[in-house]
Every structure is written in C-alpha cells, then in structure tokens.
C-alpha cells in the first residue's frame, strides 16, 4: 500500500475483533516503529507488548471505571459523541483486544544533561510510524493515552521502572469495522508559505 493512503486512511480504531495476531506482525509493526528519527539517532524507546489474557483483564479493569468517570471531562473542540462511544467501547473492551502495545522511553538524551522533552520527541515519531504500518498490514490500532489514568498501577503490573516514561499505549488487532479517510483541515488553512501572515 501506497504511504500516504496508508496515512490518510489510518483512522482509529476502537472496534477490534478478538482474533490473534502472528507475533511476525507484532514484530514487523515495531519493527517499522524503530525505523523512525530521534534526536540524536538515540533509539531510547522500549515496547512492552501485553498478550496475557489475566494482564489484559487487570488493565481493563483499571481504565474502565476511571475512564467511565472521566469521559466527557477534558472533552470539546473537534471531539463527537461517536469519537466518546468508540473510546468508551475501547476502554471496556480492552481485555478482547489480542494485543496492547506500550511505547515507552527513559529520559536519557542527551546524555550529560537529559530533558523529558527528548523522550516524548523520540515515542511519538516512531507510535506514528507504528500505527501506519498497522494499517498498511490491515491492522487496526488507536494512537491513545489511556495509561494516564492509571500509570502507577501499570508500572507495578508491567514492571516498568520510575525512569522510564509512558509515551502511548496502543491496542492493535483485526478491525471490525472499515479503515475510513481521516478527517483533517484543509491544507490552505495550515500552510503559511513564507512567513505566518502575508
Ligand atoms: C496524543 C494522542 C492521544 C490520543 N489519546 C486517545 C485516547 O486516549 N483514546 C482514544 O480513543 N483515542 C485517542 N487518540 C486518537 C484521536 O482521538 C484520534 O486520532 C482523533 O480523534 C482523530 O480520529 P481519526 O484518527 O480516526 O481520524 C489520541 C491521539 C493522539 C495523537
């Protein structure tokens, strides 16, 4: 598939059947996640891939309610009601999901002065490139931030050290509904030739 149709058609995917994924693809999407820049070349990025149907179940039961109590909160601008059920049904169905993948990093760059804004510079180019693999492969996933409401239990349950910081926590399996054309702003409204204003 075409990289940019894979982009374009990569939307989130919050329905996904229980089905298993190979290993190979597991491997094959971080794979693709590792070809991405950081600063530096400096790689500081683990994935923590969670299969264990008993460690899925205390993940969901962790977010489900917290999400529950939550949703709507820090919702508004481009957020729908459709956007609200899909995660909603993400965070409840979480145990179905053949596999979560955490996108974690230290902060460790540079080397002699290490800033936190190194670490999240390095996660989220290389979540990107993982979840437009996943598509091109006919996998589904969803970019999300779900370890937020419960990130200490998770460093506990996954045995992820203090230093190490949660960059995006991904669900991928065999979508149930179709990939959709992502609905972005027109380009004539986020180019600025030049300078910010003619
Ligand atoms: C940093 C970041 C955090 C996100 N967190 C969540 C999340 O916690 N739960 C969720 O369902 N989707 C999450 N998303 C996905 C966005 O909501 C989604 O990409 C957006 O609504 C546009 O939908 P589309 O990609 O299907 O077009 C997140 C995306 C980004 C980039």
């Not at 290993?23 to 070349?41: C, H």
């Not at 437009?132 to 460093?155: D, I, K, P, Q, W």
């Not at 349950?157 to 910081?165: A, H, N, T, W």
Request: charged share 25%.
């Amino acid at each position: 598939m075409d990289v940019i149709e894979a982009m374009e058609t990569c939307s989130a995917a919050r329905y996904l059947k229980p089905d298993p994924v190979p290993q190979e693809l597991i491997e094959r999407v971080i794979y693709a996640a590792t070809r991405a820049s950081s600063p530096g070349n400096s790689q500081e990025w683990d994935f923590i891939v969670v299969r264990s149907p008993e460690t899925k179940q205390k993940i969901r039961d962790l977010l489900a309610p917290r999400f529950r109590e939550r949703v709507g909160v820090s919702a508004g601008g481009r957020v729908t009601n459709r956007m609200i059920a899909g995660a909603t049904h993400l965070a409840e169905t979480l145990h179905e999901v053949p596999a979560i993948i955490f996108v974690c990093g230290p902060v460790a760059y540079p080397p002699n002065a290490p800033l936190e804004q190194f670490v999240w510079s390095a996660l989220y180019p290389a979540a990107q490139n993982l979840i437009v693999a996943a598509r091109a492969l006919g996998l589904g996933t969803t970019f999300t931030t779900f370890h937020m409401f419960m990130e200490n239990e998770l460093r506990d349950l996954l045995g992820i050290p203090r230093e190490v910081k949660f960059g995006v926590m991904i669900p991928i399996g065999w979508p149930q509904k179709e990939f959709v054309k992502v609905k972005r702003k027109p380009l004539a409204e986020v180019i600025h030739w030049e300078k910010w204003r003619d």
